[in-house]
T-cell receptor, first 115, second 113 residues
Framework: NAGVTQTPKFQVLKTGQSMTLQCAQD?????MSWYRQDPGMGLRLIHY???????DQGEVPNGYNVSRSTTEDFPLRLLSAAPSQTSVYFC??????????????FGPGTRLTVT | GNSVTQMEGPVTLSEEAFLTINCTYT??????LFWYVQYPGEGLQLLLK?????DKGSNKGFEATYRKETTSFHLEKGSVQVSDSAVYFC????????????FGTGTRLLVSP
């Protein structure tokens, strides 16, 4: 069981470039989400998905796109990178059937720098 | 909206000292409360949780009690170890649907031998 995996671990982009951060989970979880972590701000929700084909916006969605074609994968696309998107990105998944107090399982993160 | 406030760090302690990290929250309804821990270079892991008032979550010697009257969920440990050095996040979620997590800003704990 690999849990939640993310690639790449590190990435440097120039302003205006696009890229996709990959996220996969092997726990058959229905729910998946993307967070960004910035110093002094905790983690903030970018986008989330409650199942294949269903996505919704979180707290800070501007500049990012997501899609969910399979249960396992939830890629995050940066359309035109900006320095304000320099951050550490975490993918997480959880099971719909866990009831209240649902635990989210986090990947190891992708550290992105936009110059 | 929902929010979480936790004490700023870093918190610097000697091994075997007592730890308290304060966390208070603002929320509508009956949220679930969590403490997540992030070790250097890793993602977040659930440390403990509580889903209703007066519940006590505990794990690895850490404890926190859900206090609705003071809207608090303070993290405590009686005797910290060097291996407890990490960043600790307090968080809350709603109790239905997707249960989006709302995080505090995190508190870095540094434990010296």
């Amino acid at each position: 069981n690999a849990g939640v995996t993310q690639t790449p671990k590190f990435q440097v982009l120039k302003t205006g470039q696009s890229m996709t951060l990959q996220c996969a989970q092997d726990m058959n979880h229905e729910y998946m989400s993307w967070y960004r972590q910035d110093p002094g701000m905790g983690l903030r929700l970018i986008h989330y998905s409650v199942g294949a084909g269903i996505t919704d916006q979180g707290e800070v969605p501007n500049g990012y796109n997501v899609s969910r074609s399979t249960t396992e994968d939830f890629p995050l696309r940066l359309l035109s990178a900006a320095p304000s998107q320099t951050s550490v990105y975490f993918c997480a998944s959880s099971s719909r059937t866990s009831g209240s107090g649902r635990e989210q399982y986090f990947g190891p993160g992708t550290r992105l720098t936009v110059t | 909206g929902n929010s979480v406030t936790q004490m700023e760090g870093p918190v610097t302690l000697s091994e075997e000292a007592f730890l308290t990290i304060n966390c208070t929250y603002t929320a509508t309804g009956y949220p679930s409360l969590f403490w997540y821990v992030q070790y250097p270079g890793e993602g977040l892991q659930l440390l403990l949780k509580a889903t209703k008032a007066d519940d006590k979550g505990s794990n690895k010697g850490f404890e926190a009690t859900y206090r609705k009257e003071t809207t608090s969920f303070h993290l405590e440990k009686g005797s910290v170890q060097v291996s407890d050095s990490a960043v600790y996040f307090c968080a809350l979620s709603g109790s239905t649907g997707f249960q989006k997590l709302v995080f505090g800003t995190g508190t870095r704990l540094l434990v010296s031998p």
